[in-house]
Every structure is written in C-alpha cells, then in structure tokens.
C-alpha cells in the first residue's frame, strides 16, 4: 500500500528563489556608450488564464488541502495497478519496447520526478503519491508517470493549479519552455508543455502533460532528444490512457476526444511579461533565470531614442531577467518592456517610428554602427531587431540586441547586452521578441 505523504522540503527552496529576486531588484546599470543608455532586466506573465482554470489570483499554494484523511475515499490508488504499465506507454513511442523500470510510493518517491518540480508533493497533506518510470532500451528514450491524490476535489484542484505555476515559474537550470497547450477530452482538464534543454543540433527535449481528475493530480513526463520540438499528440494520448485508469477510481473522466490547443502556461507572476522559462538558453550559464520589476524609466537614449510619455502611451513597464547565481557580468541581462497606447494605430505609430530612429542612427549617432537582425512578420505581430555597437572612444565597445514589435494596441521593446561569450542567435533573438509578444497579450 502506498505510503502517505511527508513533509516537504520546499520552504528553504523558495527562500532562496526570493533572496536571488531581492538580488535582481538592487540591479540598475548607466552604460557610457557616446550616449547614456540604461539598462533594465525583465520577466513573467501570461494571458488567457480562465482556459486553464485559473483567474486573477495567484495560484494556491502547496499543500493547501485539509489535513485529514477522508475514510470513504481512502481506497483511490491504495495500489498501482491503474497506473500505467508497458502496454499504456507504448503510445509513447511505436520503436522499441517500452518497460518498467521502477514503482516506488509516498515514502520512497524521489525529491524531484519531472522537470521542474519545485518541491517532493505539491500537496503534503494529500493522501498518497505514486512515481512510476519506463525506459525504452532500443531509442533510449525515458519517461515517468507521478501521481497525487489529495483529500478531496477542491484540494486536487489546489495541487493541479500548483503542479502548473511550478511549469510556468519554472526554475530548472537551462530549461526553456519551447510550446504550450491546453488539452480537453482529458480528464477534467489539462496542460501540456514543452521543454528544451542543452540547446545544439539536436536538444533534449522533455514534454509535460499535467492532468485533474477527480482526487486525482496526474503528470506524464517523456524524455525525447530531436532536432525540432516535438509536437503534444504522443504524450496526449499516453496522458488519456492513463487518466481513464485513474478517473475510474478518483473520478472527473474527461468528455469527448482529446484535443491540445496551443496556449502557453499560466504566468499570474508578472501579466504581461515573459516568464523567466521563455528566456533564450545559453551553453555558458548552468544557472536559471531570475526575473524582478524593474524601475519604471521613460525613455531610453541611444539609436532608439524612445519616449513613451511624449509618444502618449496609456501604461508601460519593465522587467528584468538576470542570472544571479552565475559567474558572468553583473551588466549580463535582458530587458523586457511593454507598452500600452488608447489604439492600435498609435501603438503601430510608436513601433514604425522606433525603427526608423534605429535605422537611421549611424546618420544621427556618429559613434554607433548598426546591423539588421531580422524582421517579425506575421498575422499579428510586426517589427524588427539589431545589433548595435557603441564606440566609447577609449578603446571600448559596447553592443546591444535591440528588438521592437507591435501586436494589437501594444508595443514591445526588448534589449539585450552582448558581451564576451555571452550571445545569442539573430534567430534566437527574434524568437525571444515574438514571445515577449505574445505574453504582452495580459498587459492590462
């Protein structure tokens, strides 16, 4: 029989999380460059919450479940057999043979089961947990089912809101969400994330499949290295295999077929800005990004030449991502601010003018050079990014990724040191830009 939970671990791990954002508050760095440029470092935030159940309200937080164990409900998954077996993961993955590797319980399930996990249970005082692996011994490829049942609906819904906040504020070193999904048919509801890890040629790439049902808190993890992300069908259907087992006991079997519409996670962190997971990854830095608000700054010198007061934008802010606990310069970062005008058309206004002021620079800053980076075009998006370099004329040069976009009645601005060994891509770049786009979606 499985074994009820213990006590977590996870107080000392969000300490120090907080220690390293009062670290990123304190940053704020002037760059003589010819002219003042200063720098601010962002992140955190995402729209369309009411799909996956969420609201304006942070989510719950672990184990915020009665304390009690229910006598009439006790019998959900008192053993393994719902869990998925060999059978059920071959949905994974039609080569090879899948096989079990290990079962283990509430008393032996590891600190940490699946990417990003912040801490042993999202519910200590839930009833039990299962962590079951596989290993495919022809492709090599791995995955792992862990499984909480918590007291009741209302606390299953708790710790599956916090199972998702721990993949959306995920802290996982060199682990960047690549794609979302929200998924119906399957269970009562559901998520679905894509993370790389280790970028290169071909990249480690872990998809997450979270899932409520009933009592019962259900994530599917499978391991994959490939060239390209892989797309959400083979863990959607390994995911409803293993909820109908489960929702036979615990209840909350999902209706109708199931379906993974792309949406990313949930960020109720920083609305409106990217979460420190959709930040570029660099081979360099084995550490995690750390987001923090920045100090609301009105305009920016340089080639951008920005002003929002003067361009009348209704609302506008920053935040900043940083890498703390990694050796690298303290001026290392990334800029995220979002900008709201009264119209679509002042916000395209804004975005045409920023790049005509970067396009024209080498004319008007005699000690800048630019180059073009790349354009973003798409149904809603449109902008453009740079490379500037500033020559200070003591022999230092200072270079900027500069990237601006406009979506709907927003605008994004976003910036990036170059330093020693520390760049991206041109395509690295603009991607990040387009999902800072994206998430701008919440700004309110």
């Not at 409520?212 to 992300?229: F, K, M, R, W, Y």
């Amino acid at each position: 029989m499985a074994g009820s939970h213990r006590a977590s671990r996870g107080g000392g791990r969000a300490a120090a999380r907080e220690a390293r954002r009062q670290k990123a508050r304190k940053r704020n760095q002037t760059i003589a460059a010819g002219v003042a440029v200063v720098v601010l470092v962002g992140g955190g935030g995402i729209a369309a919450l009411n799909a996956f159940g969420g609201d304006k309200a942070p989510d719950p937080k672990a184990g915020a479940s009665a304390s009690d164990d229910k006598p009439s409900n006790s019998n959900v998954l008192t053993d393994d057999k719902a869990l998925l077996d060999a059978v059920g993961a071959k949905s994974l993955g039609a080569t090879g043979a899948w096989a079990i590797a290990k079962t283990m319980d509430g008393d032996s399930a590891p600190e940490t089961a699946f990417v990003c996990q912040a801490q042993r249970f999202a519910d200590p005082a839930g009833l039990r947990t299962w962590v079951r692996t596989f290993q495919n011994v022809t492709t090599k490829e791995t995955a792992v089912q862990y499984v909480e049942v918590s007291n009741d609906k209302n606390a299953a819904t708790n710790t599956y809101n916090a199972v998702v906040h721990w993949l959306s504020q995920c802290t996982s070193p060199q682990t960047r969400l690549s794609s979302g999904y929200v998924t119906t048919g399957v269970g009562e509801r559901g998520v679905i994330a894509v993370f790389g890890q280790v970028p290169g040629s071909k990249t480690k790439y872990k998809t997450v499949a979270v899932t409520l049902a009933g009592q019962a808190t259900i994530v599917v993890e499978h391991d994959s290295v490939a060239a390209a992300p892989p797309k959400p069908d083979v863990v959607l259907a390994t995911a409803n295999t293993a909820a109908k087992k489960i929702c036979a006991q615990s209840g909350g079997c999902g209706t109708g077929a199931p379906v993974a519409k792309p949406a990313l996670l949930p960020n109720v962190d920083a609305p409106g800005f990217m979460a420190s997971v959709d930040l570029p990854l660099l081979t360099e830095i084995n550490k995690p990004w750390v987001s923090a608000p920045a100090a609301k700054g009105n305009s920016s010198g340089g080639c951008e030449k920005i002003d929002f007061k003067k361009a009348k934008a209704t609302k506008f802010g920053t935040v900043t991502y940083v890498t703390p606990e990694a050796k690298v310069p303290t001026e290392f970062g990334l800029d995220d601010t979002v900008a709201k005008f009264a119209t679509t058309t002042a916000a395209a206004n804004f975005v045409t003018q920023i790049r005509k002021n970067v396009d024209a620079c080498e004319k008007n800053v005699s000690n800048a050079k630019v180059e073009s980076t790349g354009t973003l075009q798409t149904s809603t998006i449109k902008g453009k990014s740079w490379k500037a370099t500033y020559d200070s004329g003591d022999g230092k040069k200072f270079i900027y990724r500069i990237g601006i976009a406009g979506s709907g009645d927003r605008a994004v601005y976003v910036l990036f040191p170059v330093l020693k060994d520390l760049d991206i891509s041109d395509s690295t770049f603009n991607e990040t830009v387009a999902r800072a786009v994206d998430r701008s979606a919440a700004y309110k």
